[in-house]
């Protein structure tokens, strides 16, 4: 079974311009994450999403925003891009509700390597 | 909030060396705690979890961990490092719906 996938692998933006993300879940999962992740620190949580119904939101900026479709599939979206949203974005997919992997386990993509110039 | 701190940014072992990572969990509640791996240009895969019950808890690879409620530990231990368990590592504490990771310690494997 293929694994959760992202396009693209790596991108190049400048600054103010905006970014679509994409995911495709493993076949089956309901749930989808996406965190960032800046050069040399942990993964951070941006969203999570169940059946097309945000849950959870971390601490970064309205600029932010995602959604989930009919088929499970999330884009991440960011508007007015600044230096520092270059990072590994990274998503990552689950059968159940919890986005914090105890009752089933979050199976993360290869991610989207974003540079901001 | 529910966190994790790892202690030590860089380990570096010799092949055949054990391996111990060390990570602290700040939690008002009984935590779920994981241990990711990210090799490079790749993401994060999990290495193993304690939820509840056993609190030696073994994974893959033969990486186990021990989780100790008195010291708020959970750290990662393998007895003899090979080459390929070069690689970043994550520490996790995990709510209902989101991830906590700690910032990750670099492992370096010498021959």
């Known amino acids: 079974d293929a694994g959760v996938t992202q396009s693209p692998t790596h991108l190049i933006k400048t600054r103010g311009q905006h970014v679509t993300l994409r995911c495709s879940p493993i076949?089956?999962?309901?749930?989808v994450s996406w965190y960032q992740q800046v050069l040399g620190q942990g993964p951070q949580f941006i969203f999570q999403?169940?059946?097309?119904?945000?849950?959870g939101r971390g601490n970064f900026p309205d600029r932010f925003s995602a959604r989930q479709f009919p088929n499970y599939s999330s884009e991440l979206n960011v508007n007015a891009l600044l230096l520092g949203d270059s990072a590994l974005y990274l998503c990552?997919?689950?059968?159940?509700?919890?986005?914090?992997?105890?009752?089933?386990?979050?199976?993360f993509g290869n991610g989207t390597r974003l540079t901001v110039t | 909030a529910q966190s994790v701190t790892q202690l030590g940014s860089h380990v570096s072992v010799s092949e055949g060396a054990l391996v111990l990572l060390r990570c602290n969990y700040s939690?008002?509640?009984?935590?779920?705690l994981f241990w990711y791996v990210q090799y490079p240009n790749q993401g994060l895969q999990l290495l193993l979890k304690?939820?509840?019950?056993?609190?030696l808890v073994k994974g893959i690879n033969g990486f186990e961990a021990e989780f100790k409620k008195s010291e708020t530990s959970f750290h990662l231990t393998k007895p003899s490092a090979h080459m390929s368990d070069a690689a970043e590592y994550f520490c996790?504490?995990?709510?209902?719906?989101?991830?906590?990771f700690g910032a990750g310690t670099t492992v370096t494997v010498r021959a």
């Open positions: 990552a997919s689950s059968y159940s509700a919890g986005g914090g992997g105890g009752i089933s386990p979050l199976h």
């Open positions: 076949s089956g999962h309901k749930s």
């Open positions: 999403y169940y059946e097309k119904e945000e849950r």
């Open positions: 939690s008002s509640v009984p935590p779920y």
């Open positions: 304690y939820t509840t019950g056993a609190t």
């Open positions: 996790a504490v995990s709510d209902d719906y989101k991830l906590s």
